[in-house]
């Protein structure tokens, strides 16, 4: 059974940072892309993220381009997503998904709520 | 990059047929046959309904189904349920190893 487990969130300062994990399992981690999409409170999807199998490529939203770092861990089957000059516009449940640009995201993670406020 | 556009809210009765519009450009739902469809219940992760304009995972009803012409895409649901109630998203790839996905359209069933 495919599960991904996010965590990492958590209420921080503006201009502060956080780093988001992604635990997955149940399939073979080092053989998919892996994205990262963002959902603020009662609003829709945003895509952020993207990294490939290997971790050598990677793909951020124009949003969050010099702020956010996606990397992978593909000897502990782990995604990550580091943000850093947080602003209020980032506050939003992150979720993990399995699958790249193409959006083909069969499985999801559960989500891990980060708030940026002072 | 705008999201694609979606209406915010459609109706159909149970046993009823409902069709969700998603309208982008020719650099996202025109130019490319990677558009998926997701289903969100409240709280929930969104769940996919259909990849690649008209493909439908495993589990997924064949009630559900997908299209596109032009720079539109569309989901059909047929035979509605009332637990087809939720939001819907469509998304896009873009072009640049970007994704885009749409606003949200609240499905009701009445």
């Known amino acids: 059974e495919v599960k991904l487990l996010e965590s990492g969130g958590g209420l921080v300062q503006p201009g502060g940072s956080l780093r988001l994990s992604c635990a997955a399992s149940?399939?073979?981690?080092?053989?998919?892309?892996m994205s990262w999409v963002r959902q603020a409170p009662g609003k829709g999807l945003q895509w952020v993220s993207s990294?490939?199998?290997?971790?050598?490529?990677?793909y951020l939203a124009d949003s969050v381009k010099g702020r956010f770092t996606i990397s992978r861990d593909n000897s502990k089957n782990t995604l990550f997503l580091q943000l850093n000059s947080l602003r209020a516009d980032d506050t939003a449940v992150y979720y993990c998904?399995?699958?790249?640009?193409?959006?083909?995201?069969?499985?999801w993670g559960q989500g891990t709520l980060v708030t940026v406020s002072s | 990059q705008s999201a694609l556009t979606q209406p915010p809210s459609a109706s159909g009765s149970r046993g009823q047929s409902v069709t969700i519009s998603c309208t982008g450009s020719?650099?996202?739902?025109?130019?490319?046959?990677?558009v998926s469809w997701f289903q969100q219940h409240p709280g929930k992760a969104p769940r996919l309904m259909i990849y690649?304009?008209?493909k439908r995972p495993s589990g997924v009803p064949d009630r559900f189904s997908g299209s596109k012409s032009g720079s539109t895409a569309s989901l059909t649901v047929s035979g509605l349920q009332a637990e087809d109630e939720a939001d819907y998203y469509c998304?896009?790839?873009?072009?640049?190893?970007?994704?885009?996905f749409g606003g949200g359209t609240k499905l009701t069933v009445l």
């Open positions: 690649e304009v008209n």
């Open positions: 990294i490939n199998s290997s971790g050598g490529t990677t």
């Open positions: 998904a399995k699958g790249g640009y193409y959006a083909r995201y069969e499985y």
């Open positions: 998304s896009s790839y873009a072009g640049s190893n970007s994704v885009l």
């Open positions: 020719t650099s996202d739902v025109g130019g490319y046959n990677y």
């Open positions: 149940g399939f073979s981690f080092s053989s998919y892309a």
